[in-house]
């Protein structure tokens, strides 16, 4: 697998997005300095779902931006995307990397130590841990990791960690401190006045918490 | 391909079965006498659907009765079912074909002549065809095919073709006479008092309206 920079990934994801086109969405958060992309939609048809993911391909590969299907890997495989974030409601990952090979990206979202420890032995190539701080893209979301949380995965995980959950300029210092590689983020994008200035002011902060990280 | 015995192919659709398990559901219609079963399952989770789709081809593939996934590529190819049936809003059917191969079919949901030309010329194992009558299980179904529109997809199209909406025992001959190889059902088996009773019915109807067709 190639290297990445897992620092700031944004999530394009089409409820957060509101009225907000996608694509648009996705060039400002990578003009503004996300290192990753994640698609998500899941109310979309799958043709619509698999006609962004080729047009955010298109972009992105120009970039050197990997992008990451949530969940559907057949729309992963058919758009040529660099892998597929899975969700514990979606498919088992010993199933994905059957369907997806070794050269492409599997991730994994965990809210628990056990979970993200399952993960790695499993064969994930990233989690998303959290939700480490309250967040208004996903309700009912259960208990928070917290930081604390995000230190007890880090301490036994050895993979890249993506910090997810209420995650902002002013705060994802905390959590790059607490060790994640990097964090993902919804609304802290998708919903700001400014888009891409948004995403430039996560990544400066991150810039300012990570020593020589994996990203640097 | 293997030979299919296109005449009565459960629909097995998470909401058409109401409160009712799907697996007991498939179950009662393969021994009423459906000879296809199609799995759909458009609110479950991937992981949902996943587990439905390997515990349906173990019971399945004992009674040689091929099943089709309804949209999902990935569930089709993880629980290694025998095709996928894709309607106008899914993956285009090269992408499809491109990623299952030629031993798995592929049906395409057709609702005018143009759609179901397009569907053959592009490589479609099989067409539905409809709706021809009224229907409960979809609503906004727009415009009828009717039986003209089926007669008139038969005159010009060589791959089976399964009739879809509103039919019944009482009505099947009808299709079968205008030139359909089966029909596919919803509510007619799934919402049946007896359920094994209906596909038995409805296979019975059939027969007595097929000569020595593709199925026989």
Redesign the interface.
């Known amino acids: 697998m190639r290297r990445i920079d897992w620092r700031l990934c944004f999530i394009a994801d089409s409820e957060a997005a509101g009225g907000r086109e996608i694509l648009p969405l996705i060039v400002d958060a990578v003009e503004g300095g996300a290192t990753l992309v994640q698609l998500r939609g899941k109310k979309w ?4 779902f ?1 006609e962004l993911g080729v047009q955010a391909v298109r972009f992105l590969r120009a970039e050197k931006i990997p992008l990451i299907i949530n ?5 992963a ?2 758009c040529e995307a660099d892998g597929v974030h899975l969700g ?5 990952i010993h ?1 994905a990397r ?2 997806l090979g070794k050269n492409r990206m599997i991730g994994i979202s965990t809210s628990t130590l056990e979970e993200a420890e399952e993960a790695e032995k499993a064969g994930a190539d990233y989690v998303g841990a959290g939700p480490v701080f309250g967040t208004l893209s996903k309700r009912d979301i259960g208990p928070l990791l917290g930081l604390e949380g995000l230190r007890a995965i880090r301490e036994k995980v050895k993979i890249p960690i993506l910090a997810i959950g209420g995650l902002t300029a002013g705060n994802v210092g905390e959590v790059i401190s607490a060790g994640a590689d990097g964090v993902a983020v919804i609304s802290a994008i998708a919903a700001a006045a400014n888009p891409k200035k948004a995403a430039a002011e996560i990544i400066e902060s991150i810039k300012k918490h990570t020593g020589r990280g994996r990203g640097d």
């Open positions: 048809t799958s043709r619509k698999l969940d559907r890997l057949d729309i495989l058919a514990q409601d979606d498919l088992p199933y059957k369907l």
